[in-house]
Nanobody
Framework: QVQPVESGGGLVQPGGSLRLSCAASGSVFRLRTMSWHRQAPGKQREWVATITSGVSTNYADSVKGRFTVSRDNAKNTVYLQMNSLKPEDTAVYYC??????WGQGTQVTVSS
């Protein structure tokens, strides 16, 4: 399985924004539903958002209205725009899809 590469994480103050990227190689990328997940310290990994090959999107209630998932098939990349960040959004963020293994993730820390 191919491992996606997540990037774009960092330290941001509450109310701030970040855009995460997930590069996933393979000619079938454009056919794959891709999802973002996150894992906070001491907690289980949880689903955050999904985008289908037809660019339909779905979000967890905890991020709805603040996060936006998008994709650029020409670049084999999925994005997660995160606005109005809260301390409870602090986690390692991962992307995943059918045929892809879990990557290393990217750390997002929301703190003043």
């Amino acid at each position: 399985q191919v491992q996606p590469v997540e990037s774009g994480g960092g330290l941001v103050q509450p109310g701030g924004s970040l855009r995460l990227s997930c590069a996933a190689s393979g000619s079938v990328f454009r056919l794959r539903t891709m999802s973002w997940h996150r894992q906070a310290p001491g907690k289980q990994r949880e689903w955050v958002a999904t985008i289908t090959s037809g660019v339909s999107t779905n979000y967890a209630d905890s991020v709805k209205g603040r996060f936006t998932v998008s994709r650029d098939n020409a670049k084999n990349t999925v994005y997660l725009q995160m606005n109005s960040l809260k301390p409870e959004d602090t986690a390692v963020y991962y992307c995943n899809g059918l045929g892809y293994s879990w990557g290393q993730g990217t750390q997002v820390t929301v703190s003043s």
